[in-house]
């Protein structure tokens, strides 16, 4: 989760300075593990005021806005239909009886009768969430849902749990957490197409019939370092809140660094204080997320940080590459991780490992596509997890 802010020509629009009031909003989600029964955990984290949730729903995702009909089910907090968040806290829902498939796509609707004020949102995701004017936690049809941005609002995650749809007994499940920046979050992937390279490693794990389920914890833009008015607190203050406080958590696969070292070259106002970080900062910041890790004991992999040369904005230097190169080899041979995921070498041109491979990469240059999104998670090794 982030706080408000506006949005941009780069980020598109949304809706979380304005917050809402007499407004549904409509959520599109996909699992990754299928169950008999699921909870939606609401976040207030960045609020200034108690928001209060007049309604909820989930159901089946008929694409976009629209809900197949008959598998709305009303959505209870403490056994009332409504609840309040105070500012700061998360809210987790009652179990909610509704038999979900690996994959699946939900649509998440809250209604809010009450002026917000503004919310605590995802800034950028490939999914798009709908609005529309009044309690529409029912419908089905998507006419009333109007308007779309491609951001998330109060909603932080949907936690499965119970007997798969098939009814067959299962193995217990857990979680492996993926956090880091726009290489997590899903940068360079289609809008609605679920392939984030966290997506592969979803369908990977399921083809492999292991029982583990993903969370997407990235941030774009994200530092390890230092906060920022638009890229989310640093990660060593969130990852208690994003990584270990998930339920079920087994492993975490960390990508953190790149816009530590970028964002002294890119001079984005978004990314607020800039100073020029050594490799032995983010290294030491790095042992520090290992060792709460290890505290709690959840496995640590470290995933290397990918080539940056490339990029068409302002991000690489000479200096810099060092830096990425000084973190990089320590990931991959000092053995502070339980296990290394080389995603710089998944995506680095064979001639020029600063470099990504031609193919591999969104327009922008930097950030993977498809191909480079499937490469990464194909180097997970997943018998670590």
Known sequence: MQRPVAGNEDWGANWSREGFADQSVRQVVRVTGGGSQLRIRLSNAYGATPLRIA?????????EAQVWPGS????????????TIKPGRDLVSDAVELRTSPLEKLTITLYFADPTGPATFHRYTTATSYRASGRHLGDSDPGAFKESTNAWYFLSGVEVSGVEVSGAASAPRGTVVVFGDSLVDGTGATDGADDRF???LSE???AARRPLDVVNAGIAGNRILNDSPCFGDKALDRFRRDVLDRPGVRSVIIHLGANDIGAPEMGD????????VSAAQIIDAHKKLIRAAHARGVKAVGATILPMKGAL???????GEKVRNTVNHWIRTSGAYDSVLDSARALADPRDAALPRPGYVFR?????????AHAVASAVEIDQL
């Open 269 to 276: 106002p978004c990314m607020g204080a800039a100073p020029r």
């Open 364 to 372: 922008d240059g930097l950030h993977p596509d498809e191909a480079g």
């Open 313 to 319: 904005f302002p991000l690489y230097s000479e200096r």
């Open 72 to 83: 709305v089910r009303d959505v209870s907090f403490g056994g009332g239909r409504s609840a």
């Open 55 to 63: 309604g909820a729903s989930v159901g089946r995702s008929a694409g």
């Open 198 to 200: 966290t997506d592969k």
């Open 204 to 206: 990977r794990l399921i």
